[in-house]
Each structure stands twice: as C-alpha cells, then as structure tokens.
C-alpha cells in the first residue's frame, strides 16, 4: 500500500518522483478514494500539497502520526537515496 511507499522512501530506498506516482497509481482500481487526492497532488506538481494528502492519508488510514513529521520535511518532487 501507499505507506510502504513512504516508509521505503523513509528507509532510504531509492526514489523517483515518476516512479512514486506510478506505484501510487497502481493502487486506484482498488481504492480510488485514496489514491485520487494523492495523484492530483502529483499532478500538480505543488510539494505542500503532495505533503498535505500524504499526512491526511497517514491520519485517516490510522497510521502512526509521527510519519507526518517525516513527510513534511521531505522534498517529493526531488530523487533521492540513490
């Protein structure tokens, strides 16, 4: 799901913005509810936003807040843990 994507982010995996979107996408057949905001956030290639639907995601799904902290003070448009 969507939080083992962040957490293998947060792990250091590597990471690809293109790459993070299409593992995101694969998940919308299954929950579109989930994935939408997330994806348009994406889209829109607006950082605070893609922090904004990632922490939402992380509360409404009951995940440990903290995560929160995590994604706020990663850049998600950026490639990293190469």
Same mark, same amino acid.
């Given at each position: 799901?969507?939080?083992? !994507?962040? !957490? $293998?982010? %947060?792990? &250091?995996?590597?990471?690809? /913005?293109?790459?993070? @979107?299409?593992?995101?996408?694969?998940y @919308?057949?299954?929950? /579109?509810?989930?994935?939408? /905001?997330?994806?348009?956030? #994406?889209?829109? %290639?607006? $950082?605070? $936003?893609?922090? %904004?639907? #990632? +922490?939402? @995601?992380?509360?409404?799904? &009951? @995940?440990?807040? *903290? !995560? +929160?902290?995590?994604?706020?003070? *990663?850049?998600? !448009?950026? %490639?990293? &843990?190469?």
């Open positions: 799901m969507i939080i083992d !994507l962040i !957490l $293998d982010r %947060k792990e &250091g995996m590597a990471y690809s /913005p293109r790459e993070f @979107y299409n593992s995101v996408m694969s @919308y057949n299954a929950f /579109p509810a989930i994935v939408e /905001p997330i994806a348009n956030a #994406l889209d829109n %290639k607006a $950082d605070i $936003d893609i922090k %904004k639907e #990632l +922490c939402t @995601y992380i509360i409404d799904n &009951g @995940y440990n807040q *903290t !995560l +929160c902290a995590y994604i706020n003070e *990663t850049n998600w !448009l950026e %490639k990293g &843990g190469e």
